[in-house]
């Protein structure tokens, strides 16, 4: 697969990219274009600017689904624009920092030394508009709405809605043609958002990868992200064990083994073992008197 266009609304397009099998998504309005996500390195994400210019040579802005280093390295080659995302600047360039490192050492291991080097000197762009809640951006005679998600697939996820063309864009939030990764992720609330991001039936969804899809596709992944939850919150009360959650879930023995692990470590430390309280000191043994009479002369001294 070589990478292509899809129009799958009047002026909202998504960029199908061999590498990753990675969704980036455009949407066009009268007066600026909204480019979302920009790939994994500053080639890729030249080559997606100068597709981008083929479509249109409107001022640009850019919208960054969460934080991992696939949805935004390639941003150096838009140039000065406004970038959106939930997270901040110093957030983006500290995690950034990790994965440049992580992956290319990682495409050293695996002998590609060419994807090392691209990855290695990227330069790193961070947002500059931060997303808290909802914004409607307007593009010129059609806005679109920047959402933060919550905890999710990471904890800075964010969407895109087309209201206009009804088209969302999910980010990892959903994905076609692959598993969904649980690394990083919030596994018990994963579900719960995307059926709330459902809840306007958008006609198209655009997952982080792979090809669109529609709205009754989104709710069947939604389905399987509910059941892996289901699945650990059921192993973790001690229901049903681990091995019967590795061989009976919906994304298979690796992506179930992950979600687990995740689930064990966002679950709250148990307490410390507090040393046994000391024996109450028992009361005083009381004293008891016969009762006798006796009568007291006050007049003499």
């Not at 697969?1 to 066009?28: C, F, H, K, T």
């Not at 080097?117 to 709405?145: F, Q």
């Not at 006609?203 to 792979?210: C, D, K, R, S, Y």
């Amino acid at each position: 697969m070589s990478d292509r266009w899809i129009e799958v609304a009047p002026r909202v397009w998504v960029r199908r990219l061999e590498e990753l099998d990675q969704s980036v998504g455009l949407v066009i309005g009268d007066e600026c274009c909204l480019v979302i996500d920009t790939g994994i390195s500053a080639e890729s994400g030249f080559a997606l600017a100068t597709a981008v210019r083929e479509k249109t040579d409107l001022p640009w802005q850019v919208a960054y689904t969460h934080d991992h280093f696939d949805h935004w390295f390639g941003t150096s080659a838009f140039g000065e624009s406004a970038i959106w995302a939930v997270g901040d600047g110093a957030h983006y360039v500290s995690v950034g920092d990790e994965q440049r490192k992580a992956w290319a050492a990682r495409y050293r291991r695996e002998g590609r030394e060419e994807d090392a080097r691209r990855i290695g000197a990227t330069k790193l762009v961070p947002p500059n508009c931060r997303v808290s809640g909802a914004i409607g951006l307007d593009l010129g005679g059609r806005t679109v709405v920047l959402r933060q998600v919550g905890l999710a697939h990471s904890d800075n996820d964010m969407v895109v809605e087309v209201p206009d063309a009804g088209v969302l864009f999910a980010g990892d939030l959903l994905e076609n043609g692959a598993p969904p990764s649980y690394d990083g992720a919030f596994p018990y609330e994963w579900p719960q958002a995307v059926e709330y991001l459902l809840s306007w039936k958008p006609a198209i969804v655009v997952p982080g990868h792979g090809d669109p899809a529609d709205y009754w596709w989104a709710r069947a992944q939604a389905r399987d992200l509910a059941e892996i939850a289901r699945l650990c919150g059921e192993v973790a009360q001690g229901f049903l064990s681990e091995e019967e959650a590795l061989a009976h879930n919906p994304f298979g023995e690796a992506v179930m083994r992950t979600a687990l692990d995740r689930c064990k470590a966002l679950a709250p430390a148990a307490p410390e073992p507090q040393a046994p309280a000391a024996a109450p000191t028992p009361p005083p043994p009381a004293v008891v008197y016969e009762v006798f009479d006796y009568s007291v002369d006050l007049t003499q001294r």
